[in-house]
């Protein structure tokens, strides 16, 4: 069976410093790897997709970036953190033939 | 342009009820339509889904129902109970790609 892992789970960073949140999908080859937002009460915002290996689509601009380097790994970072990157980060997956899975998210305060 | 929209943003249901959330699309390539369900602190774990071919969807409690032609489609949670309350989300894609899901629904069940 398919899992999606993401961490860390928690994070707090002072605003400025550099930021890496990871997520891996176990299970399944050559999946939709998404990276979502989640502001406190809010929806759901689309931050990046990919398709493959080293192809992102960014769909809302802003400091942040996301990678693929390995097929069931998407990497998401920033160089310098503002307060309003705080939120709830999730990573999800689909195989293009179902529906989207999501992981289990990280909670990141920027202070 | 916000692809789904979703009502209510909160809802309120005494336990033993039916809870009733409503989405409208306008994409008519939209050919996937799930429902997830996300409690405090977690990610989003799909519910139901459905697809345009059919009008009603039902598993256990919950029941979505599509109507085509006014592009909406609703999620019925019969026989409503505490353990329900969470925060919903519908959501709509193309060939799985990409999701765009709505603003989410927050619902209270009250014993």
């Known amino acids: 069976s398919q899992t999606i892992h993401q961490w860390p789970a928690t994070l707090v960073q002072p605003v400025g410093s550099p930021l890496s949140l990871e997520c891996t999908v176990e299970?399944?080859?050559?999946?939709?790897l998404y990276w979502y937002r989640q502001a406190a009460g809010r929806g759901l915002q689309l931050l990046f997709y990919?398709?493959?290996?080293?192809?992102i689509s960014s769909e809302v601009p802003q400091n942040l970036s996301a990678s693929r380097p390995q097929d069931r790994q998407f990497i998401l970072s920033s160089k310098k953190l503002l307060l309003s990157d705080s939120g709830f980060y999730l990573c999800?997956?689909?195989?293009?033939?179902?529906?989207?899975?999501f992981g289990p998210g990280t909670r990141l305060t920027v202070t | 342009q916000q692809q789904v929209k979703q009502s209510p943003q909160s809802l309120i249901v005494q336990k033993g009820g039916i809870s009733i959330i409503n989405c409208a699309y306008e994409n008519t390539a939209f050919d996937y339509f799930p429902w997830y369900q996300q409690f405090p602190g977690k990610g989003p774990a799909l519910l139901i889904a459905i697809r345009p071919d059919v009008s009603e969807k039902k598993e256990g409690r919950f029941t979505i129902s599509f109507n085509k032609s006014a592009k909406q489609f609703s999620l019925h949670i019969m026989d409503s109970q505490p353990g329900d309350s969470a925060t919903y989300f519908c959501?709509?894609?193309?060939?799985?790609?990409?999701?765009?899901f709505g603003s989410g629904t927050k619902l209270n069940v009250k014993p």
């Open positions: 959501a709509a894609s193309m060939n799985f790609n990409k999701f765009y």
């Open positions: 299970g399944t080859s050559n999946p939709n």
């Open positions: 990919s398709v493959g290996i080293g192809q």
């Open positions: 999800a997956w689909s195989n293009r033939v179902s529906e989207q899975y």
